[in-house]
Each structure stands twice: as C-alpha cells, then as structure tokens.
C-alpha cells in the first residue's frame, strides 16, 4: 500500500528537549515536505526536499531542521522546542513537479510544555 | 507570492442539503488550484485540482469546483450532502514553477447535521 508514515503520532515533550519525528514514504517519490497545521491558520510549509541532499526553507522554517540521506525518509528536527512549536505537523510527498497528488501523512501532534 | 482566503471558517449544513465554500486567491501568476480534505484525526486527501482546460472540474464523490479567473475565485460546491462528508476542507494553490510547494488556505469545517 502506497503510503507516508510519521512517527511518532502524539508526543509531548518539555521546552529544549531535542526530538525528531521520522517520515518515510513507499512511493520512491522525490519530493517531500514538511508542513504545521494551526487553527485559522491552515497548513504552513516549515522545509522542502526535491530529492536526496537538497533541502530547502519553506514559510516558517525557524527553529526546525531537517535532512535528507535517503530517498525514503525526512525527518523533522527540533533541536530545542519552545512552546509555540506546539502544534499538528504532516509530512508530505509527491513525484517532483509531478501535477497530480501530494500525498500526505497522518500528522504529529506535538505539545511542548 | 500567492495567498489563499477562505472567508468561512465553520458551514453547518443539514443533510442532503447543498453547499458551497468559498475560496478566492491572490496571484501575479498563472496556478494550479486545489481543494484537499482531512477527516477526523487523518491526513489531508486530494479532492479534486484545476490544472487547465475545462474551470469545470468534479470528484468522484459528487463535489464539483469551477475556476473563475475574473473573480480568482475556485469555490467547491456539493447539490446534496452526506452526513460522510463532514470534515474540514483545505483550498490550496501553487505555483507550476515550483512542483509541489502549496500555499493552503485556513480551512473550512463542514459540520453534516442529521
């Protein structure tokens, strides 16, 4: 089954605590993304990936990191969440340029007290 | 740079009534626009996307959007509800330069009422 996969689902962490939420996808797809989702706000791209070793910053990219060694997986890093990092995350990927579906994950809830 | 407005943030609507959300957007240049929806505690779902040719433009599960280029509008409408399709829904456009790199829109919540 086609699929992205986030990991993991709900976490709560304290404030400076570095944390990584994994994403992989089956789909040998080259381009994948990172985005937060905040009520009234909708969905806000944090970085972007065309494919292995190129990244780039989206909208809100501020106190997040990411990386790309393998075609597969991206995952987000935090290396010190603060409060206002609480919030829904989904990562997303799609063929490059391709103009049919993003396909998106089943999202993190992060909270960061 | 694109923006996206959707100026209903909550539709409470009766079943097998009709609907309409609004979306308009902002843009120096040609889009592609899209409607996504995210049912409870999921991810976001492709619903339908206008790329050209027909503004007409349908899902297969009976909701139908209409680019309007004058009115920058792509608003999506349904002749009859389901209590299935209650869920927020995401207008998003993008830039045909830039792949994939979505601009959404804030959201509406489509509460089906029995």
Known sequence: EAQV???????ITVTGKKLTVTCSQNMNHEYMSWYRQDPGLGLRQIYYSMNVEVTDKGD???????????????PLILES???????????????HRDKTEAFFGQGTRLTVV | AQSVTQLDSQVPVFEEAPVEL??????????????YVQYPNQGLQLLLKYLSGSTLVESINGFEAE????????????????????????CAVSDPRYGQNFVFGPGTRLSVLP
Do not use: M
């Not at chain 1, 990386?67 to 597969?72: F, M, P, Q, T």
């Open chain 2, 67 to 90: 680019f309007n280029k004058s009115q920058t509008s792509f608003h999506l409408r349904k002749p009859s509800v389901h209590i299935s399709d209650t869920a927020e829904y995401f």
């Open chain 1, 5 to 11: 996969t986030q990991n993991p689902r709900y976490l």
């Open chain 2, 22 to 35: 609004r979306c308009n957007y902002s843009s120096s240049v040609s889009v592609y626009l899209f409607w």
């Open chain 1, 81 to 95: 969440p603060s409060p206002n990092q609480t919030s829904l995350y989904f990562c997303a990927s799609s063929r």
């Open chain 1, 60 to 74: 809100v990219p501020e106190g997040y990191k990411v990386s790309r060694k393998e075609k597969r997986n991206f």
